[in-house]
């Protein structure tokens, strides 16, 4: 079905149709402050931005997905980890459920390796990413500055010996809240 499907780094001649792409997979989504796409533009040129981590989903020459890991902190008062977000994953309606956010989420999380990160955090959908190895932040004492439910919080390691104890209070990069 994807066999047509290319992932590849986001250029810039792809921030209009990812701007519209992002904008129209959220349009009905119930936990949505519908701006995601703005939240790409902010993050976009923000020091917590990774070229490498800016992916789209390409059918047929047509933008289908796209999604944006950036780096945040996580500071236990004392020691500060690395560590990366991932906000959004998108799929545009028309092709969603034909395995694109799957491959999304795998491509991101193989180069992030590469780069040498260790894990990924996130806020979403608790039946969708534990397929992707994600577990809640509170088993390894990962605090998120959100007040929402333990299950919506969750990481994925990606490298247990470069982890190590990771834990604390996520700092997300100033971007998200402007
Ligand atoms: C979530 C999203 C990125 C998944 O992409 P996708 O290409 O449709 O997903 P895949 O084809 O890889 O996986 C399909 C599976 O995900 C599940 N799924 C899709 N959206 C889901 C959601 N919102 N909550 C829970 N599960 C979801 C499907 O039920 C399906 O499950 P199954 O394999 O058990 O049948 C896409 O649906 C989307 O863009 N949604 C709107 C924006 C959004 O919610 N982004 C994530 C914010 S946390």
Redesign the pocket.
Known sequence: MNSHLIIRQEETKDHKAVFNL?KE??A??E??DHK?QYLVERLRNSDAFIPELSLV?EIDGQIA?Y?LLTRLAVKDGIRQFLSLA????????A???????????EHAHHIADNLGYSSVI????????P?FGYVPTVQYGIKLPFDVPDE?CMVKVLNPDTFGDTKGIVEYPGAFFE
């Open positions: 992002v997979a959220f009905a989504m936990h949505s995601e989903a997905g999604i991932l906000a959004p994953v998108a799929v545009h309606p092709f969603q459920n034909k395995g694109i956010g799957r491959s999304l989420i996130l806020l979403g959908h608790a039946d969708y990413y397929r919506n």
